[in-house]
């Protein structure tokens, strides 16, 4: 991906970064792809996908308040806050074409934040959702387990998982996310958003009882991809056991939680399909949760799927 300069977008009360990728659209009515970040992940996530889109595709990253160049919110980032930020910016930015949202991880319950605040109108064509959280998530397969972490303590999770060996970021895209992960500015704001939001977003989200309305988004296309969380577990799990985390207790839960993590996401995954009529779900096989660095071209095809059945039929 060219390293594009970002542009500042007021949203009223301080500026959010904006990345341009891809030439402007022909009409005002071609669709546009707009990817949102998991938590604690910045633009640069999306590096290779948005290299790998087809040419003519417009499309647009950003980073969250307190990421990357962007400045940081007097709100505290929940996913709520984010929704709101995230609009503001779609608005002050003029971007007018009907978005497909591709959204990973946490952003699964920021999109559908979005979609309760700016209601399922003209502005949004459609979703691609890459092994991301729904809002009962937690119940199901818990991320924040206390035995799990014990593990997982002071591990290398890039290393652990597999990551730093199979991503299919280019080297200079590489080494540009893992510097910007080491920012003290970045540190401060992983830690708001996991520390202080994440696990209450989930309940927020829950109560507007969103799944009452389904099929949220109608008959606009979603296209739901699931990673293997089983592969990052099992990775952690082995490099954990290795420095010696954990008690025997710890571990055996532990184990069981990792056996039965996959067939737990499948639910959830297919939960997803209830935002649309129109939906499909695949399995990136060779990914743990980041699908966008080791398989981006699975969220590619995704992306694809989506604008084929967006198209007039002939």
Same mark, same amino acid.
């Given at each position: 991906?060219s390293?594009?300069t970002?542009?500042?977008?007021d949203?009223?009360s301080?500026?959010?970064?904006l990345? *341009?990728? =891809? ?6 009515k ?9 938590v604690? *992940? ?7 996908v ?12 950003y980073?969250?308040?307190? !990421?990357?160049?962007?400045e ?7 996913a ?10 779609v ?7 009907p978005?497909?949202?591709? =959204? ?14 700016t209601g +399922?109108?003209?502005?949004?064509a459609?979703?691609v959702?890459v092994?991301?959280?729904?809002? *009962? ?9 206390a035995d799990? +972490?014990? %593990?997982f303590a ?8 597999? %990551? ?10 590489w080494?540009a ?5 080491a920012?003290e ?9 996991e +520390? ?6 989930f309940e *927020?989200?829950?109560?507007?009882e969103?799944w009452?309305?389904q ?7 979603? !296209?739901v991809?699931? =990673?293997l969380r089983s592969r990052d577990w099992?990775g952690?799990?082995?490099?954990g ?7 025997e207790?710890?571990?055996s ?5 990792? =056996?039965t ?6 639910g959830?995954?297919?939960e ?5 009529t129109k939906?499909?779900?695949v !399995? ?9 660095l ?5 969220v ?5 799927w ?8 002939s």
């Open positions: 991906m390293f594009s970002p542009t500042l977008i949203i009223g301080h500026s959010l970064a990345y *341009t990728h =891809g030439p402007e659209p022909n009409s005002s071609d669709p546009v792809v707009l990817f949102v970040c998991g604690a *992940t910045s633009s640069l996530v999306w590096a290779a948005a290299r790998l889109l087809p040419p003519s595709t417009r499309s647009y990253t980073d969250r308040s307190g !990421f990357g160049s962007s940081l919110s007097l709100l505290p980032p929940s709520e806050n984010i929704a709101l930020e995230l609009s503001r910016l608005e002050n930015a003029l971007i007018q074409n978005l497909i949202l591709v =959204g990973h991880s946490w952003a699964g319950v920021i999109v559908r934040e979005y979609i309760a605040l +399922n109108g003209p502005h949004i459609g979703l959702l092994d991301a959280n729904h809002e *009962t998530s937690l119940q199901v397969v818990n991320v924040l387990d799990l +972490n014990a %593990i002071g591990v290398d999770p890039y290393a652990a998982k597999g %990551i730093a060996a199979e991503h299919k970021m280019t080297r200079e895209e080494e996310y893992l510097s910007e992960g920012t500015k970045f540190k401060l704001q992983e830690d708001k958003e +520390n202080d939001e994440y696990e209450k977003s *927020t989200l829950r109560k507007k969103l009452k309305r099929p949220l988004l109608g008959d606009k296309p979603v !296209f991809i699931g =990673g099992n952690m799990y082995k490099a056991v290795e420095k010696g985390n954990g008690s207790e710890q571990r839960r532990a184990r069981e939680m990792i =056996g993590a996959d067939e737990k996401s499948v959830l995954m297919k997803h399909l209830k935002l649309s939906g499909k779900l !399995f990136a096989r060779e990914s743990g949760h980041f699908v966008q080791t398989q981006p071209d699975v590619v095809d995704g992306v694809k989506v604008l084929d059945e967006l198209q007039p039929p």
